[in-house]
């Protein structure tokens, strides 16, 4: 079983913080450019229209922002929440004054933030939910049926491990090896990139969150991405109490059901 002190708030804070000069470019190597066809999938997964309000948990370097932006306009705003303040500082250089629609960026922590009651029409995340534990992912749930207004949707996705074995075992080797080799390369710090790997297995997929933003009274469905590597939940906050549903996933991949 996995120390639950890699969850603590100080250690991802720091973790992040200490990530945060290589993270961008090795997320996008490591991946093959697949980080940024998964955001745009999270994204599509929502209607997003004009002159909204959205919240992106866990904005790490507001990657989320510029297409969110493009999609909400001048009239639009995001708040981008991460508790890392040097990540925070990397989103305000990327993108305050650089988008169409309002930024607020926001160092607070995600399980506790100061964001109002019922003020979000959209929340979005990527990559962020491999890093609460069991508990803390039930308190995320009912923190963002907390700030979602009622009708409001979600998506998130995040770096999952796939069902099938011929595709799990060498992912699991390259996640655990070859990741922390390229973050080395690029003068980050091995170890940090082997803690993305500790996340991605404890966690598995979205299927270990889905329980508990259901419990917490939100309409949620799961996605999966290329065959599982990475996975989404995706929903909404009903106008009034009713089942939950799922639908299938987009692009020929399959949905695991809830």
Known sequence: MQSEHIYETLFVRQLFNEMSATYGTV???SSFGFCRRWRRQCLGQLSIPESIT???????????????????????????VDNSPVMCRKAQDNHVGRLVCELEIREEDALCSQIPDDSADVVVSS???????????????????????PGGTFSFIEISVPPSRWLRIPYLLYLNNVIPLIGKLLMGNPDNYRMLGVYTIAFGDCRSAITA??????????????????????????????????????EGDAIVKA
């Open 127 to 149: 990559f962020g939910l491999k890093t609460f534990s069991r508990d803390q992912t039930i308190r995320l749930a009912r923190e963002i049926h907390r700030i979602l207004k």
């Open 213 to 250: 933003f259901q419990d917490a009274g939100l309409n949620t469905n799961l996605r999966s991405y290329f065959w599982g590597c990475a996975t989404g939940l995706v929903g909404e906050k009903p106008n009034s109490s009713r089942a939950v549903t799922t639908q299938d996933g987009e």
């Open 54 to 80: 959205v919240i992106d948990l866990m904005t790490g370097m507001g990657e989320l922002c510029p297409a969110v932006g493009r999609s909400i306009g001048p009239g639009g705003k995001i708040v981008a």
């Open 27 to 29: 997320n996008l190597i």
